[in-house]
């Protein structure tokens, strides 16, 4: 397996593009089995997320093609891509394909939506806590799907059709919104999604939706109302800019200092992960182009910071929060409150030298005056990129394995860094 080697102590400057975002991405190419008509995707990522996702929907029968490069593209411009859902001829989503991607068991929405059958296995993905299907099922069952579970596989039957509803998620569901959404645009009547979530990529997909011929109302408040309509047609959608991303690096130039630029970053959809590194003696400005983040001299102030759906700070940040305040001046404290099992980098965190207590869902960081270069191992995908920031800003070397985690979601991570002035290289496997 590849290996990422960080030389640390650089400081990061320049600019580097920030890419679509994965997830939003995801629900969008799942959105293309809505259609008969062909759905084109601009600024998507190159990630494995992607193109595990693009297996998929071959296998339920979309024909799945990329533009060729264009005059004044490079390498990190994201692909255009174009699915197309005319002929579906498989209804079963297998566990060999779902189980390496949580967000791959979304598909079950359209496919019992359009096709009035699905068979889909239950998903694995990042090994972060327990991520039940249960909303996914009793939203669902309120359209009408009956639904049953069998040998690991969730079979949703609803031959004549999905019927609008009222939908009351107990709690913020990224995911459950999503496919309810996504299922409620071709049922019957009218839909209302109580206790939605609001994050942008529930946006950007009401968004597409929306051009696609769907009614829809309220994507980006805690009630969406959806009016079925009989089919959808094609359309194109650039995908949002990735948030998490853009927090990621905005986190890593805290960390070593410096003064960079995230090309194509929108300070509107992470504003409050940037008034949070802003507490921390970050300077951070919008530019015409993206976002400006710089932090030269001054040390790293503690902030605490408690995990929420959006528009809180969000959790796909906090790996990367806490590595940031492992080097602040004083104590801080991180409340995990969207997964039970969110800790994981701590233990690696702690090998380069951070102090760190947990217990339960809270973390307390007592800053530390330097970290050390350590061999660490990622374990999901957003710990392993709070363990790459960490190397950058630790004395040494730091070698960080099993990065395929980081495949899964940071497109170019190396040459983005790299061009900043990061010492980092892939070490491909022998
Ligand atoms: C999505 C994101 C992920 C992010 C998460 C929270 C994608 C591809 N993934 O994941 O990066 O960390 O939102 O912002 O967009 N839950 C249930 N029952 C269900 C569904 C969820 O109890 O049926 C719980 C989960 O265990 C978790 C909470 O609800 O505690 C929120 O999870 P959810 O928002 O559904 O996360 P995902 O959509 O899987």
């Not at 030389?7 to 920030?18: A, E, F, K, M, R």
């Not at 990529?201 to 109302?217: P, R, T, W």
Request: proline share 4%; net charge negative.
């Amino acid at each position: 397996m590849d290996k990422i080697r960080i030389v640390g102590g650089h400081q990061l400057n320049g600019s580097l593009p920030i890419s679509g975002a994965k997830n939003a991405a995801l629900p969008l190419m799942i959105a293309s089995l809505l259609s008969d008509e062909t759905l084109t995707l601009e600024n998507v990522p190159r990630l494995r997320d992607v193109a595990q996702l693009t297996h998929i929907l071959s296998n339920h029968g979309v024909d799945y093609s990329v533009n060729g490069k264009r005059a004044g593209e490079d390498a990190m411009t994201g692909q255009t891509v174009h699915l197309n859902a005319a002929n579906i001829v498989d209804t079963t989503a297998p566990y060999e394909l779902v189980s390496t991607m949580r967000a791959s068991f979304w598909v079950i929405g359209p496919l019992v939506a359009r096709m009035g059958q699905a068979r889909v296995s239950l998903p694995g993905g990042c090994a972060i806590g327990t991520r039940p299907v249960d909303f996914f099922i009793d939203g669902l069952r309120a359209l009408g799907a009956e639904i049953d579970i069998e040998g690991g596989y969730v079979n949703a039957r609803a031959t004549k059709g999905l019927v609008g509803n009222r939908v009351h998620f107990p709690k913020v569901s990224v995911g459950a919104t999503h496919v309810v959404m996504m299922a409620a645009a071709l049922a019957r009547g009218e839909t209302v999604i109580e206790n939605a979530a609001r994050e942008p990529e529930i946006v950007d997909l009401a968004q597409c939706l929306i051009g696609m011929g769907a009614k829809i109302e309220g994507a980006g408040t805690e009630t969406i109302h959806i009016q079925g309509v009989d089919r959808l047609s094609g359309f194109t959608h650039p995908v949002v800019p990735d948030r998490i991303e853009t927090g990621t690096y905005a986190m890593a130039v805290a960390m070593t200092g410096g003064d960079v630029t995230l090309e194509g970053a929108r300070a509107d959809l992470l504003e409050n992960a940037l008034e949070t590194l802003r507490g921390t003696g970050a300077e951070i400005t919008e530019t015409n182009t993206g976002i400006r983040v710089k932090r030269n001299g001054s040390g790293i102030a503690p902030v605490d910071v408690v995990t929420e759906p959006f528009p809180g700070f969000p959790t796909d940040l906090q790996a990367q929060f806490m590595a940031l305040m492992t080097r602040a001046k004083g104590t801080s404290r991180i409340t995990e409150t969207i997964f039970e099992n969110r800790f994981m980098h701590v233990q690696e965190l702690a090998r380069l030298g951070a102090d760190i207590h947990l217990d339960g869902q809270v973390a307390t960081i007592n800053g530390v005056e330097t970290l050390n270069g350590a061999p660490v191992m990622a374990t999901d995908l957003r710990a392993s990129v709070s363990l790459v920031i960490a190397g950058l800003a630790a004395k040494g070397e730091t070698t960080v394995n099993r990065v395929y985690h980081l495949d899964r979601g940071f497109e170019r991570l190396e040459e983005k860094l790299r061009r900043c002035g990061a010492e980092i290289e892939r070490i491909a496997a022998s």
